[in-house]
């Protein structure tokens, strides 16, 4: 009881700081796009960018931004590039659509920043930035601000939110900072009269099975579902390319936060690629865990 009484402290998070970053295969984004997020949009609602700091997209449903320019003649590489950023545009000014947004948030002047990925299942416009078709065919865009200023070294880690989780952890927030305001004018009051208390044990109680949800769990519920189907699909990702362990381990948080979900298939799937295994291939595997 007195660990589940600590619990309420121990997982308070500022909605301008992240969860601990997950580790990815080194990712290299040559160029980003700067952007500002518009007031009262879904974006600007999850705090992700503290006061002062840029934000750049690097990626939008696995197309990146690039630089090129009207003078540029239309060969492959300038038409691929000009077909990419086509891409990021359509998506990003795309309404009542979902949306994979990949961006990266740095202090001014830093070579390095955060790498962030969302998933918006309702995309609304958020962001801000400049854009114009390209002279050379008006059905291309250009990003004419997209600029390697956003840092180029590769990456080894990503935070991974969907908008339901962030905005979870923004609501947190802003109820823990209530409680604080008020135990600063009344100290001395005990820790089970707190709202955040209350919850905390509430969804302890839920994960383990002791109680039964009703309606007002549904939105709890809901987002472990959601979490849960997100990290099933980047699982089968790891698994497609073999990335074992990564699957692995992808497809039993999955499993943690949905028992009736479909990422069992998954475990078993990796289970069955281990089996053929040589103990050479078994130790080079086991090394790249370590």
Known sequence: ???LALIP?????HPQEFKPAAPIEKERYVYGLPVTAKKGSRFSKLNLVPGGWELWVVEVNGARPFQFGDMDQPNPT???KARACTRVHQALSAEKSSV???IVVRRPGNSRGILVKVAFSDWDTSLEYAWRK???DPKLFILPQASTQAGSEPYVARVEYT????????AEYELRKKEEAEERK?????LKSRETFRIAQRKLRLDAGIEKPVAADDGYLASRREKAGELQRRASERMEKRDLFEAHRLARHSMALDKGGTAATTVDSVKAALGPLDPEERGRLRAKVL
Not at 163 to 170: I, Q
Not at 186 to 190: C, E, F, I, Y
């Open 9 to 13: 402290l121990l997982v308070a998070v």
């Open 163 to 170: 908008e339901a989780e962030r905005l979870a952890e923004v």
């Open 78 to 80: 300038i038409l691929e």
């Open 100 to 102: 994979e947004l990949t």
């Open 1 to 3: 009881m007195k660990v």
């Open 134 to 136: 390209w002279r050379q």
């Open 186 to 190: 009344s100290p001395g009051a005990p």
